[in-house]
């Protein structure tokens, strides 16, 4: 029989903003000790170390267009600059502001949990790197 699981528990299967915060920088500076092809090839890949529970790195052109999703390849290559949530917020614009002027932040939206399939509160911890933002967010 299973024990279920205590909020402990549960919570260690889900990143902390320290630890978002800390994946988002270690990968800035990876991508500033190892160069963008690289840094872009090692964020894409899902099972790789900058993956880690439900957390992991997305880099997106201050343009708008995503080179990097370690969760979705499928969006690689797309712009998402308008993408809205549920309540209307164009949270990637979001994110290249915050970047753009503070050079890095917190973003906050909804978004549907994966795992769950419910919209739920996302913050994002975004920072720019050349002329890319490289967020790690979590579900709160």
């Given at each position: 029989?299973?024990?279920?699981?205590?909020?402990?528990?549960?919570a260690?299967?889900?990143?902390?903003?320290?630890?978002?915060?800390?994946l988002?920088?270690?990968?800035?500076?990876?991508?500033?000790?190892?160069?963008?092809?690289?840094?872009?090839?090692?964020?894409?890949?899902?099972?790789?170390?900058?993956?880690?529970?439900?957390?992991?790195?997305?880099?997106?052109?201050?343009?708008?267009?995503t080179v990097?999703?370690?969760?979705?390849?499928k969006?690689?290559?797309?712009?998402?600059?308008?993408?809205?949530?549920?309540d209307?917020?164009?949270?990637?614009?979001?994110?290249?502001?915050?970047?753009?002027?503070?050079?890095?932040?917190?973003?906050?939206y909804?978004?549907p949990?994966?795992?769950?399939k419910?919209?739920?509160q996302?913050?994002s911890?975004?920072?720019?790197?050349?002329?890319?933002v490289?967020?790690?967010?979590?579900?709160?």
């Amino acid at each position: 029989m299973l024990a279920p699981l205590t909020p402990a528990l549960a919570a260690a299967a889900h990143g902390s903003a320290d630890e978002a915060m800390a994946l988002a920088k270690k990968a800035v500076k990876y991508y500033k000790a190892n160069g963008r092809e690289k840094a872009l090839a090692e964020f894409n890949k899902p099972n790789g170390e900058f993956v880690d529970r439900d957390l992991y790195i997305t880099a997106t052109g201050v343009d708008g267009v995503t080179v990097a999703h370690g969760a979705n390849p499928k969006l690689v290559g797309k712009s998402l600059m308008e993408l809205k949530d549920v309540d209307g917020k164009a949270f990637i614009k979001s994110f290249v502001e915050v970047a753009n002027t503070k050079g890095s932040g917190w973003v906050d939206y909804k978004w549907p949990n994966p795992v769950t399939k419910v919209i739920e509160q996302k913050s994002s911890y975004v920072e720019k790197v050349d002329n890319l933002v490289i967020t790690c967010g979590i579900y709160k």
